[in-house]
């Protein structure tokens, strides 16, 4: 248990420090932005494309690691609409709780991976990255078109388009193309990459941490409180369910685990708020499950390592 908090607590550290920054003004608030824009576009592709490119993919049980993964997402995106009705909420609030149950912080979770799954726990979250990733953006999309406010209705060409440029998901593909191909991280260019994504994780939970709303915080209600329970409890015991019944070995079943309990993304405000959704709610819950999942993230991993 020691070692499994001394793994974790450095990446919680890192968040509630960037919120620290932020509020204390030691950096311009130009500066976030920016950063946010270099993880996003720079740093995260590189870690997540050296990590694909040289990982040992053929080990993996990649039908069971789709299977779970996805699994959880298609039972979590059906539970939240079922509970629709009692949530009583106006539809573009809906519609940001759509994506609170779905969509996951991804660089919390490849820091959490990098810190207690070592290389091969990261190999399988950024295959949960390549899977997740284009699948709760289109639901995400939907929900937005359907519930927000707005009448912006996005033609499938569109969706699959802009789902196809995140740049995250370009890392894994590509990263998995030079890795199928055989030729892994080529000289020269794979050790940069390599190094580059070693800015990755700091940067960016120092700006997730920056990110977060307190003020929204103070504002949630029921709903959020539901929604946080539903991601950070019950989506993990949803995916921890399918590994065992698909039979996954244990570092990929706490990797998928793990992914599966992560707080919603960050950037589930911005397209709450470019299509229509209730942005104020949205923040609400990013700040709710990314404060809450300090406390459940180190409790499942404990959990997963007792078992």
Known sequence: MIAILSALLPTFALIVLGYALRQRSFLPDTFWPGAEKLTYF???????FSNTAKADLGSLPLLGITGAMLGTVAICTVLIIAAKPVLK???????????????????????????????QGLTVTALCVA????????????????????????????????VGRN???????????????????????GPFLEV??????????????AGLDLTAAR??????????????????????????????????????????????????????????GDAQMMASVITVHTLIAIITMPIIAILMHAV
Not at 98 to 114: E, H, K, S, W
Not at 174 to 185: A, H, K, M, W
Not at 200 to 207: E, H
């Open 42 to 48: 720079v740093t995260f592709p590189a870690l997540l």
């Open 167 to 189: 740049p995250l998901l370009m890392a894994c593909v590509f990263g998995s193309v030079f890795n199928l191909t055989g030729i892994g991280l080529p000289p020269i260019i």
């Open 131 to 162: 899977l997740v990733v284009p699948t709760v953006n289109v639901i995400s999309v939907l929900a937005c078109a359907h519930w927000g406010d707005n009448d912006r209705k996005p033609g499938l060409l569109s969706l699959l388009r802009d």
């Open 219 to 276: 504002r949630a209600g029921i709903a959020v409180g539901v929604s946080s329970f539903g991601k950070l409890v019950i989506s993990p015991a949803i995916a921890v369910g399918l590994c065992i019944a698909l039979g996954l070995p244990s570092i990929e079943t706490a990797s998928v685990v793990l992914y599966a309990a992560l707080p919603c993304s960050a950037s589930a405000y911005v397209l709450a708020r470019l299509m229509g």
């Open 89 to 119: 909420v106006s539809p573009a609030a809906f519609s940001s709780l759509v994506q609170g149950a779905i969509r996951p912080n991804t660089y919390i979770g490849l820091a959490v991976a990098a810190a207690l799954l070592g290389t």
């Open 196 to 209: 580059l994504g070693r800015a990755a994780l700091p940067i960016g939970l120092l700006a997730v941490g």
